[in-house]
T-cell receptor, first 113, second 112 residues
Framework: KAGVTQTPRYLIKTRGQQVTLSCSPI?????VSWYQQTPGQGLQFLFE???????NKGNFPGRFSGRQFSNSRSEMNVSTLELGDSALYLC????????????FGPGTRLTVL | QQQVKQSPQSLIVQKGGISIINCAYE??????FPWYQQFPGKGPALLIA?????SEKKEGRFTISFNKSAKQFSLHIMDSQPGDSATYFC???????????FGTGTRLKVLA
């Protein structure tokens, strides 16, 4: 079974631009969560989707948004990029969520210049 | 209340030694405590997990010890190997929220 895939793997943007990251969960998994990973802060929860509905979100500004499609694939969007948005963005999928095992993708490394 | 505090930030252990990483939490609603292992360039991978009704769980060389009254849990890696060199994250989940809270990570280096 294929793992969680994230595209693109690397991205360089400039301040003020917007970016869209994509995540394809493991086949059959319906829950997708997004995290921001930075050296100082560790993994910070962004949001979680299940059956196209956002069930929870973390403490990030409204510039960070996401969605999930009927095939469980998910995208996250960051508008008006700031230097501090440079990070590794990780997507994780699980069957339903809660305490189901989360399987992480390799992440998208975003650099904002 | 939503924080999970992890220590130490980094750890160096000799091959064959025991690696111990500690985490503490405040929110008593957390009901699932996983540990993740992350190698450079890879996403975190679940290593072992425990629920608060159990005080210890062992899987191979990896053991979680859980102290509910102290609101602390720890990962013990027995007979540490150079291949265990990675970053380890503890996490906590309140199942009803679908929101994992992660510790800040421990970078483990096992010397050959």
């Amino acid at each position: 079974k294929a793992g969680v895939t994230q595209t693109p793997r690397y991205l360089i943007k400039t301040r003020g631009q917007q970016v869209t990251l994509s995540c394809s969960p493991i086949s059959g998994h319906r829950s997708v969560s997004w995290y921001q990973q930075t050296p100082g802060q560790g993994l910070q929860f962004l949001f979680e989707y299940f059956s196209e509905t956002q069930r929870n979100k973390g403490n990030f500004p409204g510039r960070f948004s996401g969605r999930q499609f009927s095939n469980s694939r998910s995208e996250m969007n960051v508008s008006t990029l700031e230097l501090g948005d440079s990070a590794l963005y990780l997507c994780a999928s699980s069957l339903v969520a809660g305490s189901d095992t989360q399987y992480f993708g390799p992440g998208t490394r975003l650099t904002v210049l | 209340q939503q924080q999970v505090k992890q220590s130490p930030q980094s750890l160096i252990v000799q091959k064959g030694g025991i690696s111990i990483i500690n985490c503490a939490y405040e929110n008593t609603a957390f009901d699932y405590f996983p540990w993740y292992q992350q190698f450079p360039g890879k996403g975190p991978a679940l290593l072992i997990a425990i629920r608060p009704d159990v005080s210890e769980k062992k899987e191979g060389r990896f053991t979680i010890s859980f102290n509910k009254s102290a609101k602390q849990f720890s990962l013990h890696i027995m007979d540490s190997q150079p291949g265990d060199s990675a970053t380890y994250f503890c996490a906590a989940l309140h199942s009803g929220t679908y929101k994992y809270i992660f510790g800040t990570g421990t970078r483990l280096k096992v010397l050959a």
